[in-house]
């Protein structure tokens, strides 16, 4: 991995951090993606002091504002001739249904459309630099959902956990869309599970599932146990040329029936698209 690059987002904490440890450790050049300066700064001190690679670059974006994310792909298609790596990470669980700056759903937007957005901005340089690889952190939690398109806001009966777990098949199906539409460029897409692990990602939960959370957390991964599978996606030889595809441990795995309706799948890329153009 010396002579690549890779972006990972929310790297500044849990499984985006560990990711970008174990990057940077094996010899790449890795930009962070973090929301927060002093956070993503802090990071990147403790990277370079335990894996003694310089090479470490910070974009900040908030990613409940689009302009932000738009902001960042442009710094970064201005500074990197090449890109090989993009590992679309960051992401919340919000308990109390909020808006972004654009008025879309808080989950949504940052957990969807954020990945939409930094991937789209950044295709073709992706493409430019083929072999190349994508890799969407997405979860279990998408098992039992599905895409509301009648109501993507979630205006109506709001919980964090229906509004996470839509975010995540988002992801699954934009996934499979975007290796679809990669097939015959050398760029490749997968999404994965990274299981339970113990990060800051449940904070916001409140009432009986903080006590759930309490309860579980002793059993969690760690996050170094939990960004394996990030990390193999990302740089392994094993995995080379495979796309669209969803992984547990390593495993290729069977995602939930509606994650492969291809109807479902285009419907979401046409929505996203429009979402982020109303959002410039
Ligand atoms: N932990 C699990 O059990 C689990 C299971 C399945 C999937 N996942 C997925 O794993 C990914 C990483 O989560 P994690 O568990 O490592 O949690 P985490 O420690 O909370 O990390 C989340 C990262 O995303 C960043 N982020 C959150 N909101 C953001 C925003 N508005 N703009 C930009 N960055 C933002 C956070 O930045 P701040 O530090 O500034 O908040 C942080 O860097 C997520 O996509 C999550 O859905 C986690």
């Given amino acids: 991995?010396?002579?690549?690059?890779?972006?990972?987002?929310?790297?500044?904490?849990?499984?985006?951090?560990?990711?970008?440890?174990?990057?940077?450790?094996?010899?790449?050049?890795?930009?962070?993606?973090?929301?927060?300066?002093?956070?993503g700064e802090a990071a990147r001190d403790e990277i370079v002091r335990d894996t003694r690679n310089e090479y470490l670059d910070r974009m900040i974006a908030d990613y409940s504002d689009l302009r932000q994310i738009r902001r960042g792909a442009a710094e970064?298609?201005?500074?990197?001739?090449?890109?090989?790596?993009?590992?679309?990470?960051a992401g919340a669980y919000n308990g109390k249904?909020?808006?972004?700056?654009?008025?879309y759903e808080s989950t949504f937007a940052v957990n969807h459309l954020g990945y939409f957005l930094l991937t789209v901005e950044l295709l073709d340089l992706l493409k430019s630099s083929?072999?190349?690889?994508?890799?969407n952190v997405a979860s279990e939690a998408h098992r039992n959902s599905h895409i509301n398109f009648d109501d993507l806001n979630l205006e109506n009966g709001y919980s964090g956990w229906k509004a996470y777990a839509q975010s995540k098949l988002a992801n699954v199906l934009f996934t499979y869309k975007l290796a679809s539409k990669l097939e015959g460029t050398g760029a490749t897409a997968n999404c994965m599970h990274p299981g339970f692990v113990g990060t800051n990602?449940?904070?916001?939960?409140?009432?009986?599932g903080r006590k759930i959370v309490r309860l579980i957390t002793p059993f969690m991964r760690t996050p170094e146990k939990g960004a394996d599978?990030?990390?193999?996606?990302?740089?392994?030889?094993?995995?080379?040329?495979?796309?669209?595809?969803y992984f547990i441990d390593r495993k290729d795995?069977?995602?939930?029936?509606e994650?492969?309706?291809?109807?479902?799948?285009?419907?979401?890329?046409?929505?996203?698209?429009?979402m982020i153009r109303a959002a410039s």
């Fill in 1 to 39: 991995m010396n002579d690549k690059i890779c972006l990972v987002t929310g790297a500044n904490s849990g499984i985006g951090k560990a990711t970008a440890m174990a990057l940077a450790a094996g010899g790449s050049k890795v930009i962070m993606v973090c929301r927060n300066r002093e956070k």
């Fill in 76 to 89: 970064v298609k201005a500074k990197c001739p090449r890109l090989h790596t993009l590992v679309n990470n």
């Fill in 97 to 103: 249904r909020t808006l972004t700056a654009d008025g």
């Fill in 130 to 135: 083929a072999p190349a690889r994508i890799v």
């Fill in 201 to 208: 990602i449940f904070n916001s939960v409140k009432g009986i």
């Fill in 229 to 245: 599978t990030v990390i193999w996606l990302a740089s392994s030889p094993e995995v080379e040329g495979i796309t669209g595809r």
């Fill in 253 to 257: 795995k069977p995602s939930n029936t």
């Fill in 259 to 274: 994650s492969y309706d291809v109807a479902i799948a285009s419907r979401l890329w046409d929505v996203s698209e429009q």
